[in-house]
């Protein structure tokens, strides 16, 4: 699976945009998908995953109510609908992928085994 994040930019605290992550490959219905990001000098943190079956998903707690996770397995994209952005949503945001049983969500880097290259989400006025 490649992946190939976009929709990144700059964008004012309280505005929203929306990310995409384009797959490659036959195995993208059969994979868990999963949004993280890495802001300067800090780790590689989750923000958001979605089941192969698009029925469960989980976030970070500190973007709940504010981002949507959602797929599309006709097109081989998952999405990030972020809303009320703040500047602490600064960083550069990767999309991930999993081969996973139906309804499975992971939460941590080694989880995941094909990485997109990342886009980067600056918030600021």
């Known amino acids: 699976v490649q992946l190939q994040a976009s929709g990144g930019g700059l964008v004012q605290p309280g505005g929203s945009l929306r990310l995409s992550c384009a797959a490659s490959?036959?195995?993208?219905?059969?994979?868990?998908m999963g949004w993280f990001r890495q802001a300067p000098g800090k780790e590689r943190e989750f923000v958001a995953t979605?089941?192969?079956?698009?029925?469960?998903?989980y976030y970070l707690d500190s973007v709940k109510g504010r981002f949507t996770i959602a797929r599309d397995n006709a097109k081989n994209t998952v999405y990030l609908q972020m809303n009320n952005l703040k500047p602490e949503d600064t960083a550069v945001y990767y999309c991930?992928?999993?081969?996973?049983?139906?309804?499975?969500?992971?939460?941590?880097?080694?989880?995941?085994?094909?990485w997109g290259q990342g886009t980067l989400v600056t918030v600021s006025s």
């Open positions: 991930a992928a999993k081969v996973a049983p139906r309804n499975s969500v992971y939460r941590t880097v080694n989880d995941y085994d094909y």
């Open positions: 490959g036959s195995r993208f219905s059969s994979a868990t």
């Open positions: 979605i089941s192969r079956g698009d029925r469960v998903t």
